[in-house]
């Protein structure tokens, strides 16, 4: 595995756990989606391993979507705590793998 597959692994693994909180704070959504997104988050990282330009397009469009998806909730909640720091987290994820699929371009 090589750096990039650790961060988007990385990237994964903190979907999958605020999955898991969102279920303690007694939001099954929050379980659904967070796990299905971290589940994909994780695909892309083995796509990746496989075809580094088709799986950093898959990543970025997919984490568009979460940056969106985060940035719509944190508007309408005005919350820090979980929307606004996954907006942020997932912004910054966004921005490394388009700056891959940018890179992988030239």
Do not use: E
Not at 28 to 51: D, E, H, P, Q
């Amino acid at each position: 595995m090589n750096f990039d597959q650790t961060i988007i692994f990385a990237y994964a693994l903190f979907l999958l756990l605020g999955a898991f909180f969102g279920l303690k704070a007694g939001s099954r959504i929050s379980l659904i989606t967070g796990s299905v997104s971290g589940a994909l988050i994780a695909a892309g990282g083995y796509w990746v391993g496989k075809n580094m330009h088709d799986g950093f397009l898959f990543l970025t469009v997919l984490s568009g979507f979460l940056v969106g998806a985060f940035g719509s909730r944190f508007l309408k909640t005005k919350k820090v705590m979980p929307s606004g720091m996954l907006f942020a987290v997932g912004s910054i994820f966004f921005l490394f793998c388009l700056s891959r699929v940018i890179g992988a371009a030239q």
